[in-house]
């Protein structure tokens, strides 16, 4: 199944500002569509999005921005809140943003008179990565430039904080695993740490460096997938601590990784922003070849959707969405 020439977007929506990062809520929020946050450089925009994928009734994709939130400043990274619930008697907007001044922003809206949002400072360098606990709507956890891994409550502020040995790229949680946290080092190495003891219980070590961007398989947690160097890396837990798999597929570096949200074998990743344009490969543990190539003009941001197959890269002036076949 392979795909040798580079395939067009499925379906594109026009953004008023170069989008740095784009985010599928990943957790069931209502029977209105999915929603999906995206940052420009000042701002973030929640949408509502439907395809004809997965409703009969929509031709193509169906788009609706539903709030702007400006913060003033470039958004790097987004998480969504499990307490977010999209519906018509009590909408409930919750979402993270880490931003470029170093701090991190959760804003809350009911998307009428409610739109506020609180800041918490405490990093020193670039903040890489953000996520929320998928059981608990008041906990979050950030990794900085700054080595370390910072968690973090809405009411209390930080909580623990993890010294790293290096810049702190991708961190994660699994539903299935919510006493343990995912935290991956630029210098090639993923820990996994029990939250009641904040102590490193399991670590995963890449042969390639630097590693970029890491992420835990949602539908097998025993699966870690990651991008190092030009490569891609996939760990099979607890089998050993080097990977089981790995292949160099992006010529200038590899940037993102990420899990497909209703498969264990479909993964996404992109290479750094060329000239012009940046790769997007999307491949299945069980070809030889990327099933997928697109390319997306100076492109950033990677995130599939929570119940198809379909992924979102941000660009200039857009969103651009990939649907495939499993």
């Known amino acids: 199944m392979k795909q040798d020439s580079v395939r067009s977007a499925s379906y594109t929506v026009d953004c008023a500002d170069y989008i740095h990062v784009v985010e599928f809520n990943p957790f069931e929020s209502g029977e209105e569509g999915s929603l999906i946050a995206f940052g420009g450089n000042n701002y973030v925009s929640i949408a509502s ?5 997965d409703d009969a009734s929509v031709s ?3 788009f609706k921005t539903l ?3 400006n913060q003033g400043i470039r958004a790097d990274a987004i998480a969504w809140s499990p307490d977010t619930n999209y519906d018509s008697l009590t909408p409930l907007l919750r979402f993270c943003t880490a931003a470029s001044d170093k701090n991190l922003r959760i804003f809350t809206s009911d998307l009428q008179d409610k739109n506020e949002f609180k800041v918490f ?5 670039y903040i890489n990565d953000v996520v929320f606990c998928s059981h608990d709507g008041n906990t979050f956890a950030s990794v900085s430039d700054d080595h370390t891994c910072r968690m973090w409550n809405i009411g209390k502020g930080q909580t623990a904080m993890f010294m790293l040995r290096s810049p702190g790229m991708s961190v994660a ?6 006493s343990k946290l995912m935290v991956a080092e630029k210098t090639g190495t993923i820990r996994f740490y029990d939250l009641l003891t904040h102590q490193a219980i399991l670590s995963l070590e890449s042969v390639q460096v630097p590693l970029m961007s890491a992420d835990w398989c949602l539908k097998n947690p025993f699966r870690v997938g990651a991008v190092a160097g030009n490569d891609w890396i996939i760990w099979e837990m607890p089998r050993s601590s080097y990977p089981q798999n790995n292949k ?8 993102l990784f990420r899990w497909s949200r209703c498969s264990e074998n479909l993964f996404a990743t992109t290479g750094y922003p060329g000239k012009k344009n940046t790769q997007l490969l999307i491949h299945h543990l069980k070809h030889p070849q990327p099933i997928l190539i697109g390319s997306v003009p100076v492109g950033s ?3 599939w959707h929570r119940s198809l197959p379909l992924c979102v890269v941000g660009g200039n002036h857009k969103l651009y969405f990939w649907f495939t076949e499993m």
């Open 121 to 125: 400072d405490g990093h020193t360098s």
């Open 248 to 255: 160099p597929v992006h010529a200038d570096r590899a940037r």
């Open 173 to 178: 949680w699994h539903p299935e695993e919510s």
């Open 49 to 53: 999005c439907r395809f004809q994928e």
């Open 60 to 62: 193509g994709i169906e």
């Open 67 to 69: 709030k702007t939130f």
């Open 301 to 303: 941001g990677l995130s």
